[in-house]
């Protein structure tokens, strides 16, 4: 199972960060798992964003549920974020994981793609 | 909103036993998890469901979650475990909070 993100790693304050999560090995679809956005601003602890599952029902992080947005898309086994409205305190390296469906340890992570937002 | 609290640091000599702490309210009632994560590097899990081990991780890892507090148990503590280490907890009522975050050192 592999999972790859990809987006601009440059974003301007006030604008939108948006990335996207491409799965290998496994499918979205199969119901098993949900697919998470996770968060670590350099030299700081890692923060749940978010996560979806292959019907396209999404949870959030309450802290960010006015900004954020989960979707998938099951046709290209992709899923991806946008957080809107972004500030400095947004740049961090962003990771997509698989979290297990039963009980919710994320067993497979990508290499994470770092966003920074400046002008 | 939920939150789970770990000290910053721990350290311990080779061969000894290392103890991270995870607290939280009722954290006994959520599945937890631990995660290793070296410089640079992504987060691997190192326990899931409270107790069990993925396949790979060595059986120096153990941990258990009771009351309000989960702990990871590193055993014979090897210079390759120096890392951060993070708990998280998950149900379907907070959903997912991760720990601050615990720096091991082996001294």
């Known amino acids: 199972v592999r999972l790859q993100e990809s987006g601009p790693g440059l974003v301007k304050p006030s604008e939108t960060v948006s990335l996207t999560c491409s799965v290998s090995?496994?499918?979205?679809?199969?119901?098993?798992?949900?697919w998470s956005w996770i968060r670590q601003p350099p030299g700081k602890a890692l923060e749940w964003l978010g996560y979806?599952?292959?019907?396209?029902?999404?949870f959030y992080n309450p802290s960010l549920k006015s900004r954020i947005t989960i979707s998938v898309d099951t046709s290209k086994n992709q899923f991806s974020l946008r957080l809107n409205s972004v500030t400095a305190a947004d740049t961090a390296v962003y990771y997509c994981?698989?979290?297990?469906?039963?009980?919710?340890?994320?067993?497979?992570w990508g290499q994470g793609s770092l966003v920074t937002v400046s002008t | 909103s939920y939150e789970l609290t770990q000290p910053p640091s721990v350290s311990v000599s080779p061969g000894q036993t290392a103890r991270i702490t995870c607290s939280g309210d009722?954290?006994?009632?959520?599945?937890t998890s631990w995660y290793k994560q070296e410089p640079g590097q992504s987060p691997v899990v190192v326990i899931y469901?409270?107790?069990k081990r993925p396949s790979g991780i060595p059986e120096r890892f153990s941990a258990s979650n009771s009351g309000n507090t989960a702990t990871l148990t590193i055993s014979g503590t090897q210079a390759l475990d120096e890392a951060d280490y993070y708990c998280?907890?998950?149900?379907?009522?907070?959903?997912?909070?991760f720990g601050g975050g615990t720096k091991l050192t082996v001294l």
């Open positions: 009722k954290l006994g009632d959520k599945f």
């Open positions: 090995g496994d499918s979205i679809s199969s119901g098993d798992n949900y």
């Open positions: 998280q907890a998950w149900d379907s009522n907070t959903y997912v909070v």
């Open positions: 994981a698989r979290q297990a469906y039963s009980y919710g340890h994320n067993l497979y």
């Open positions: 979806i599952y292959y019907s396209g029902s999404a």
């Open positions: 469901q409270d107790t």
